[in-house]
């Protein structure tokens, strides 16, 4: 899943992810490196920083702003 969420964050520029423990993350470009080797991704919330394992990544999805569901 490491390399999914790297290459579908490239390509879409956001990216949401759930870990194994059940914690959402937004990925962006700009805060998000990736370490290769060791396959973890490093999140730098400005105040925080998240370290997680690419086998911990359950599922991914885009989030749409602006898209309006149907009542």
């Known amino acids: 899943m490491y390399k999914f969420t790297k290459t579908k964050l490239?390509?879409?520029g956001e990216l949401?992810?759930?870990t194994a423990?059940?914690?959402e993350f937004e990925l962006h470009l700009h805060n998000v490196s990736f370490d290769d080797k060791n396959e973890v991704?490093?999140?730098?919330a400005?105040?925080?920083?998240?370290w997680?394992?690419?086998n911990d990544i359950i599922y991914c999805?885009?989030?749409k702003v602006?898209?309006?569901s149907e009542k």
């Open 66 to 68: 602006g898209v309006e």
């Open 16 to 18: 949401m992810i759930k």
């Open 21 to 23: 423990d059940g914690v």
């Open 61 to 63: 999805w885009i989030h």
């Open 41 to 44: 991704i490093e999140i730098d």
């Open 10 to 12: 490239k390509t879409v």
């Open 46 to 50: 400005g105040s925080e920083t998240y």
């Open 52 to 54: 997680i394992k690419g």
